[in-house]
């Protein structure tokens, strides 16, 4: 993303298209991975993704600058993804096997099967959160989003982001402690 954000916020509202590519580095693949999460589709993410930017550029006009234009790209996403899940043509059941694990430091060589069967189970116990839950907890632990930028995301109250967080993280720990079928 560019040093001067004003400027290149001002090419964004002209329609500039090397702002936009610019727009579209530095978001896109955290855009794609979020709509991954959230519809368990790696090919409606893409297509969520760039309806998303064709939404932030064509309403350009109307962003205020109160909350960052990741927090507002986000926005547009997150509603989008609701949408496109509240219809019944469009329901899943497990994430993607495509769409990547937060980085963290390496784990030991032995524990890497065990930590990546963890992983693929954790991304698939995800999926049956609420829609709400699952959000807040893909924007705070995979995007690194504070609770105010998701609370600006969702147009929650942060208590309320707090609480779905907590809630999420609770469900998520009876799910994944309640035996499993191995496949």
Do not use: C
């Not at 500039?16 to 979020?34: I, K, T």
């Not at 469009?90 to 390496?106: A, F, I, T």
């Not at 779905?164 to 799910?175: D, E, K, P």
Request: charged letters at 25%; aromatic letters at 8%.
């Amino acid at each position: 993303m560019p040093e001067d954000q004003a400027a290149w916020l001002d090419q964004l509202r002209t329609g500039d298209e090397g702002a936009v590519r610019d727009m579209v580095r530095a978001y896109g693949g955290a855009l794609v991975r979020f709509l991954g999460g959230m519809t368990g589709n790696a090919a409606d993410a893409e297509d969520l993704a760039q309806e998303a930017f064709l939404r932030v550029v064509s309403h350009m006009s109307e962003f205020r600058g109160e909350a960052s234009l990741k927090t507002y790209l986000f926005k547009i996403a997150h509603n989008l993804a609701l949408n496109h899940l509240s219809s019944a043509r469009h329901r899943y059941e497990v994430l993607p096997d495509e769409m990547p694990d937060r980085p963290s430091p390496g784990p030991a060589p032995l524990q890497a099967a065990s930590d990546e069967e963890e992983a693929r189970r954790l991304r698939d116990t995800l999926v049956h959160l609420p829609s709400q839950q699952r959000a807040v907890v893909m924007l705070r632990t995979w995007e690194d989003l504070s609770f105010k930028e998701i609370a600006q995301t969702m147009s929650l109250a942060e208590g309320t982001v707090k609480a779905h967080y907590f809630f999420a993280l609770r469900n998520l720990r009876r799910m994944m402690e309640a035996p499993h079928d191995p496949r």
